[in-house]
């Protein structure tokens, strides 16, 4: 039983003129063949039905291979009105698909289509061709996120140029162009469906903080289920962004005279950044994903056991804090004596994700080991 959206969906598509014509010329190409295959191989000696179909392709197509010639005055002509009609409407049909191709790639180079695919990550805005590229470098060695569909939303290209380039097109999955802030642009680019929202920002511009904030505000409205991280232009914008409810943003012009003073007190600190920062080597600062409460530990653990046990486990990590649930600051290098609380989630250095909840009965034993 045919499925009525289905169904309507095929009514909807056949009013269209261009479709219409695209099925009139397939059921044309097809009588021709079948028309031409029964008459040649009913008059023509010793041609079985599929040869007769495969005389009427070669014919169709120009190849010509000349396997079979007709030699009766019947197979001869089939095969003149076959060439007269079928070559034209094969021509046509050619055609028409390469002018859909090449239509569908205009759009999507364009940004004029629309993106249906779901558990994308979708990126707002192009300050630079620079950056996206280094955005998409970082992406393509996160664990997480390098098979993760890329889809790009902006207004206006750097240039004031009219498509997206190759090598940023080539490593996206969809181009969206149109105004972020608006709904409809949202919807074409599925977001409701998407795995996260990255909001990129620039200092030289700082009206796109603004616009930002009205968009990742939409969406954590309509779609709080999105993950939306927002780059800010201008550190005051960073302090506003729970009032739109913003799951996350971060602040270049902060970190960068935080950075300055560091590296004039300690030089070489910025190595050390610039190897956090990036996914292309060294080591990355992790969140854990399970809080201390999934560890169904039967007693009160410390900060300072949790250490030791990781260190006596021989565990890859280095812990470094925790961020603890309803508080807005990170708990950095507390006091070996603070207890562990339920919410808990710990910060930490390694190569990779640990899988803390998978080792969390390992670490439980060893600390209860310790303690006897």
């Not at 099925?23 to 008459?39: P, T």
């Not at 004029?112 to 996206?132: A, D, F, M, R, W």
């Not at 929202?197 to 289920?225: F, H, V, Y």
């Not at 600062?285 to 486990?313: C, D, E, H």
């Amino acid at each position: 039983m045919i499925q009525l959206p289905i169904f309507r969906r095929l009514v909807q598509v056949m009013r269209r003129p261009d479709a219409r014509n695209l099925v009139v010329l397939s059921v044309v190409l097809l009588l021709i063949l079948l028309i031409f295959a029964i008459i040649f191989s009913q008059y023509e000696e010793g041609v079985s039905f599929s040869d007769g179909l495969w005389t009427a392709y070669v014919t169709l197509t120009t190849i010509g291979y000349g396997d079979f010639s007709a030699k009766t005055l019947e197979g001869r002509i089939v095969t003149v009105v076959a060439s007269m009609i079928g070559i034209g409407c094969f021509g046509v049909l050619t055609g028409m698909i390469l002018e859909k191709a090449i239509q569908r790639r205009t759009r999507k180079m364009k940004g004029e289509g629309s993106y249906k695919g779901s558990g994308h990550l979708t990126i707002i805005n192009v300050p630079s061709y620079e950056e996206i590229r280094d955005l998409l470098k970082e992406l393509d060695l996160s664990p997480d996120f390098r098979e993760t569909p890329r889809v790009l939303i902006t207004a206006a290209l750097p240039g004031g140029d009219k498509e997206l380039p190759d090598f940023i097109a080539n490593k996206i999955d969809g181009y969206i162009n149109g105004l972020p802030s608006m709904l409809e642009t949202l919807e074409r680019a599925n977001v409701k469906t998407s795995r996260g929202c990255l909001l990129m920002s620039s200092p030289s511009n700082p009206m796109m903080d603004d616009t930002n904030a009205l968009t990742a505000g939409l969406i954590e409205k309509r779609w709080p289920q999105v993950v939306t991280v927002m780059a800010c232009g201008r550190a005051e914008t960073l302090r506003n962004l729970k009032d739109f409810n913003i799951d996350g943003g971060v602040s270049a012009v902060n970190l960068q005279m935080g950075l300055m003073v560091q590296e004039l007190e300690d030089p070489g600190v910025f190595e050390v950044y610039s190897q956090l920062s990036s996914n292309s080597n060294g080591n990355q600062i992790y969140i854990s994903r399970t809080p201390v409460s999934a560890w169904n530990a039967t007693q009160t653990i410390t900060f300072g056991q949790l250490k030791i046990a990781a260190i006596q486990m021989n565990y890859p990590v280095e812990v470094m804090g925790l961020k603890r649930e309803n508080e807005e600051n990170l708990l950095l290098n507390p006091l070996n004596s603070l207890n562990l609380e339920s919410g808990d989630r710990l910060v930490y250095l390694a190569k990779r994700r640990f899988p803390w909840y998978e080792n969390s009965g390992k670490l439980i034993q060893q600390i209860q080991s310790h303690e006897s």
